[in-house]
């Protein structure tokens, strides 16, 4: 159980076009998804909270206007890098809180998506 | 959230337990204590949670200390897919929470 999907898990693009990367929770619901970003050798950094039908919480420092979170659904956020330029290279992970479990406050993790911008 | 810190790495044998530490002294009366591990290239992958009683699951177990300003993670037999980077998480629990991840523990496991 507990079963985050990530896609994809590798996409390269041309600077100035947008991806779109999703994240599902297969097998519970998730009132709650988060996204991280990772470079090279760091640690993951928490860029925003997505709640479900309701405004994604960004954190300090993070564009809202340039990672678009969208969490139409109790199972699915997905996390939109508009006109990508080469500093956006980077590994992006989803992760899910289960709703059934929330005083539990554990975070289930997508396996990432590495994103190249050329 | 309490900060953490671990040793930036270790090395352990496999078939040996692997004994992770991590200090918390400013941890709060409600946080709980979370460990992640990261494999190379994967998103983070849940290990265990406590709140002051010691915690085992199939994958490990978690001593916390009596004043709770420190805690270790056990790996009772350690094997090679458990090399990976671990991460020690102080936090509360709640809607409103969120995972802060350090630098955590770099483990190697060897033969």
């Known amino acids: 159980g507990a079963v985050v999907s990530q896609h994809p898990s590798w996409v390269i693009c041309k600077s100035g076009t947008s991806v779109k990367i999703e994240c599902r929770s297969l097998?519970?619901?998730?009132?709650?998804m988060f996204w991280y970003r990772q470079f090279p050798k760091q640690s993951l950094m928490l860029m925003a909270t997505?709640?479900?039908?309701?405004?994604?919480?960004?954190e300090q420092g993070v564009e809202k206007d340039k990672f678009l979170i969208n969490h139409a659904s109790l199972t699915l956020s997905t996390l939109t890098v508009t006109s990508a330029h080469p500093e956006d290279s980077s590994f992006y992970i989803c992760?899910?809180?289960?709703?059934?479990?929330?005083?539990?406050?554990?975070?289930?993790f997508g396996a990432g998506t590495r994103l190249s911008v050329l | 959230d309490a900060k953490t810190t671990q040793p930036t790495s270790m090395d352990c044998a496999e078939g040996r337990a692997a004994n992770l530490p991590c200090n918390h002294s400013?941890?709060?009366?409600?946080?709980?204590v979370y460990w992640y591990r990261q494999i190379h290239s994967q998103g983070p992958q849940y290990i265990i949670h406590g709140l002051k009683n010691n915690e085992t699951n199939e994958m490990a177990s978690l001593i916390i200390t009596e004043d709770r300003k420190s805690s270790t993670l056990i790996l009772p037999h350690a094997t090679l897919r458990d090399t990976a980077v671990y991460y020690c998480?102080?936090?509360?629990?709640?809607?409103?929470?969120?995972?802060?991840f350090g630098t955590g523990t770099r483990l190697q496991v060897t033969l």
């Open positions: 400013t941890i709060s009366g409600n946080e709980y």
């Open positions: 998480i102080v936090s509360h629990t709640g809607t409103a929470s969120k995972l802060t």
């Open positions: 992760s899910a809180r289960d709703l059934q479990w929330l005083a539990k406050n554990i975070q289930y």
């Open positions: 997505s709640n479900e039908g309701s405004k994604a919480t960004y």
């Open positions: 097998d519970f619901q998730a009132t709650t």
